[in-house]
């Protein structure tokens, strides 16, 4: 079946780096795709779409700067969570639109702990 | 966009039918309903989908009502490793559209020996 990949799986940094976290679809093109963000024992949180070749919608509530979204290829979009503080860390979710069928599919996650 | 309640957790034993009910009052005609599980620190998987009526696929069975406003995830004989939590989403499905998916509080299943 179709696979999203999100690399890495996680991640431990320090406070006021970036971090970039990878969402790819391996065997599907994709127009569209989200991010989520999870805290422990909530539900996923949308935090933007992204659409391939144009600028991300945000959510309301989700800082754009702080949460840099970029879907350059039809396979790849990538969320850079910049000058992260300890309150960023979560688990981030990235979903896929198969633009061939419609069908939408989940990576596997990523866990961003900030010291 | 639709907004979902389902009940927070549910207790069952290994064997047992688990039916975990879902309200959407304000479900729109072009909605489908989709239910995904998901495991700690994991993605959420793709269950089931229905738009009306009963769906049934290998792992569970969707039965939606006539006016749509409620629907019911069915998960035969369930075992330890069904224990999860699941979510009910409602939306509208595009093919190749952007629409976007809004997750509600999930139902925490747990199931015992």
Known sequence: ?115 | LAKTTQPISMDSYEGQEVNITCSHNNIATNDYITWYQQFPSQGPRFIIQGYKTKVTNEVASLFIPADRKSSTLSLPRVSLSDTAVYYCLVGEVLTGGGNKLTFGTGTQLKVEL
């Open chain 1, 1 to 115: 079946g179709a696979v999203v990949s999100q690399h890495p799986s996680w991640v431990i940094c320090k406070s006021g780096t970036s971090v970039k976290i990878e969402c790819r679809s391996l065997d599907f093109q994709a127009t569209t795709m989200f991010w989520y963000r999870q805290f422990p024992k909530q539900s996923l949180m949308l935090m933007a779409t992204s659409n391939e070749g144009s600028k991300a919608t945000y959510e309301q509530g989700v800082e754009k700067d702080k949460f840099l979204i970029n879907h350059a290829s039809l396979t790849l979009s990538t969320l850079t969570v910049t000058s992260a503080h300890p309150e960023d860390s979560s688990f981030y979710i990235c979903s896929a639109r198969s633009a061939n069928t419609g069908e939408l599919f989940f990576g596997e996650g990523s866990r961003l702990t900030v010291l």
